[in-house]
């Protein structure tokens, strides 16, 4: 086994480990800790294979952000500290058979894919590189959806604004 | 000049490396060996590193409030931190009660090891770098986010209601102050066209950005250094662990080593900030150069790269002391005002100016 091998398989580890800890634990607080060892494991891995760019936006959005607005809303939650209850055995079991069936579903699918290797040359991943992809209005270009996206995040930021907008009444 | 350069850190590193290969020749064994060899010394960089820093800030206040500080342990007081390192070794560890025990003891760890992993990209001298990764500002930015999580569980798990809330003041400050150091750093990126480390520094070989870039970079400096200085948590900007109003903040339940952890983290942060901006602005290890003073230049070329870079990034650790005894402490509506009515307006109309700036070639 290569040490390429080994590093993936821990890599997994982390991430199978943290998101079956964040489901099982107890403590909503631990919980989202957990959350957060799985989406570093899922960072790790995307450096495992040299997208370093992905890695730290990965790191830079789910680790910095959403791990913190997560953290944060938990700290405005009552009685965050105590231990949830432990669910409803009849909503474990439909629980299991929800994840068994999404499990055997993607299984089945991945069975179903013929994967075939590509021989065209491998694109660097650099930024330089994806920069100009993402802005590029050629065949493979993607700057509609990123202009899309963008203005989604507009009017999402705007919406933020008009709800937290203090409107000082009229004397 | 070739003699100098044969003694310098990059040619050390070089002849480790040609050592390792010849005592143990399996390419796999040389790359584990030297991982452990910068690990370690690492590791040791970084503690005499805070033993140097602990000084400095309590001899570096002392100065601004004329009085002596340390003297009393070793020749003017230089080994009172060692002191103060051997008394929290053998201080008692306590744990609160009700204290999220897992979490109590991960977080310290959590700060040291982004603290840690926020050096890697760091060029230490003319090629002395641990790891030159292609994305090397961005990797900075979004390791070091992470510290707001090691503060924020901290502050959870010690069931003080103190030191939660100085984990949420650190947390608001921390994610709104961190939108102002990237702005910033992209200022310079724009400028480079390059995230790589190496490629900033060589792009600053005829003259640091801070001259090259007018008053665009000037401001952007400006705003990187009061933003850090936020994003670390340091006075002014030390709502986090306000003794008079929070006691000691997120760490008020911590003592011994995890408490010395802390401080370690802290320091380690505070050279990482400075030795960016050192980097960025002021042309890491690229010695001091003026356009045709050739016997100038010469001289400077002497002077060894780390040399250049250590006094470079021990200068702006200087200016982020001397803030700590200068301005009041901001109280929270002020620091959140700060960053969102002026800082961050500015550093968004900064980027488009430098932007310009970069398109039509108006910078040296």
Known sequence: ?171 | MKTIFLISLSSLARHIHIWLEELIGNPNGVYITEMTIVGISLIVFLVVLCFFLGYAERKVAAFMQIRLGPNRVGPKGSLQIIADTVKLLFKEGLTPTAADKFLFHLAPLIMVITAMLALAPIAFAKDFQIFDISIGVLYVASVSSMAVIGILMAGWSSYNKYSLLGAMRSGAQIVSYELSVGLSLISIVILTGSLRMSDIVMSQSDGWWLFKGHIPILISFVIFIIASTAEINRAPFDLTEAESELTGGFHTEYSGMKFAMFLLSEYINLFIVSAIAATLFLGGWMPLHFGHWEGFNHVMDYIPSSIWFLGKTFIIIFIIMWFRWTFPRLRVDQLLNLEWKYLLPISMVNILVVTLMAIMGWHF
């Not at chain 1, 933020?160 to 907008?165: E, K, R, S, T």
């Open chain 1, 1 to 171: 086994m290569s040490a390429n091998t080994i590093l993936f398989y821990i890599l997994a580890t982390i991430i199978i480990g943290g998101a079956i800890m964040a489901v099982t634990s107890l403590k909503i607080f631990r919980a989202a800790i957990y959350l957060l060892f799985s989406l570093i494991g899922i960072a790790g891995l995307y450096f495992w294979l040299n997208y370093e760019f992905l890695a730290a936006v990965q790191i830079v959005v789910y680790v910095g952000g959403i791990v913190v607005l997560i953290i944060f809303s938990i700290f405005l939650t009552h009685g965050s500290g105590e231990d949830m209850t432990a669910p409803k055995l009849s909503r474990s079991i439909f629980g299991a058979i929800a994840a068994a069936c999404g499990f055997s579903l993607t299984i089945c699918i991945i069975n179903q894919h013929h994967f075939f290797v590509s021989t065209a040359k491998a694109i660097e991943p650099s930024v330089q590189n994806i920069g100009r992809q993402m802005l590029s209005t050629t065949a493979h270009g993607y700057v509609l959806p990123f202009e899309v996206i963008s203005i989604l995040l507009l009017a999402a930021m705007i919406g933020a604004i008009v709800i937290a907008i203090k409107i000082k009444p009229k004397a």
